[in-house]
């Protein structure tokens, strides 16, 4: 049976705010200490890892990541990122979880790709 995953995204004020693509550059970035090499296991550059983590840091009331200023400082999740991610996979699971009949009926309808005949 073929597999399907629920996302979610949250938006603010009819705004996308937060998504698994920010929250997976936030547990990467918990994971290595660095934004650019969060960045990099995301495959984007350091600085659109930084765009959005500073966008991050700006929306909610208190920062999610904080930095040490220097070349090679570091950065980590604060209590409040750490907040935001674990609410965020909560979020994620219960979803899933309440939507797991429909998921089920779902993959049953969708059209798997055809191999490849060989010649």
């Not at 995204?9 to 705004?15: A, N, Q």
């Not at 600085?47 to 930095?67: E, H, K, Y």
């Not at 200023?69 to 979020?91: F, I, S």
Request: charged share 25%.
């Amino acid at each position: 049976m073929t597999e399907l995953r629920l996302t979610l995204r949250v938006d603010v004020d009819g705004h996308p705010a937060l998504g698994h693509g920010k929250i997976r550059l936030l547990e990467h970035l918990e994971e290595t200490g660095s934004i650019s090499a969060a960045g990099r296991a995301m495959g984007m550059s350091y600085r659109r890892a930084w765009l959005l983590i500073d966008a991050l840091n700006n929306q909610f009331s208190s920062p999610l990541v904080a930095t040490k200023p220097g070349g090679g400082g570091g950065a980590h999740l604060t209590e409040a990122g750490q907040t935001v991610v674990r609410c965020y996979r909560a979020a994620e699971q219960d979803a899933a979880a309440g939507a797991k009949a429909a998921l089920d009926e779902l993959a049953g309808m969708v059209r798997r790709p055809q191999k490849a005949a060989r010649s």
